[in-house]
């Protein structure tokens, strides 16, 4: 059973930045794709960045040019360095993982994952 760690929320101001961490635990070997969702308050649950069967990497429209998804296989560790904050990006972020490749299972559908973290909150906030 897979195992998703997630750290690195908190509050910061507008423009500001933020970096957070996943790191998976409980798995033995494999390719296990990754990616980062958030939920807002009253809003569904929205795919932020992820890597598609290819190793591309796909980010929602309202956060490209500001975040940056990375990964080290060496450490099973995912991470999301978040800049120029905005109080929008207000939410829980949670960490999701999957073993399904293939083009329908694309990276920023909630569907797509089988694995989720427990969430980090994130607050931007003056």
């Known amino acids: 059973q897979v195992q998703l760690v997630e750290s690195g929320g908190g509050s910061v101001q507008p423009g500001g930045s933020l970096r957070l961490s996943c790191t998976a635990f409980?798995?033995?070997?494999?390719?296990?794709?990754m990616g980062w969702f958030r939920q807002a308050p009253g809003k569904e649950r929205e795919g932020v960045a992820g890597?598609?069967?290819?190793?591309?990497?796909n980010y929602a429209d309202s956060v490209k040019g500001r975040f940056t998804i990375s990964k080290d296989n060496s450490k099973n560790t995912l991470y999301l360095q978040m800049n120029s904050l905005k109080p929008e990006d207000t939410a829980m972020y949670y960490c999701?993982?999957?073993?399904?490749?293939?083009?329908?299972?694309?990276?920023?559908?909630?569907?797509?994952?089988?694995?989720w973290g427990q969430g980090t909150q994130v607050t931007v906030s003056s």
């Open positions: 409980g798995y033995a070997s494999g390719s296990l794709r």
């Open positions: 890597f598609d069967s290819a190793g591309s990497i």
């Open positions: 999701a993982a999957t073993w399904r490749y293939g083009g329908m299972w694309p990276p920023l559908l909630r569907n797509t994952y089988n694995y």
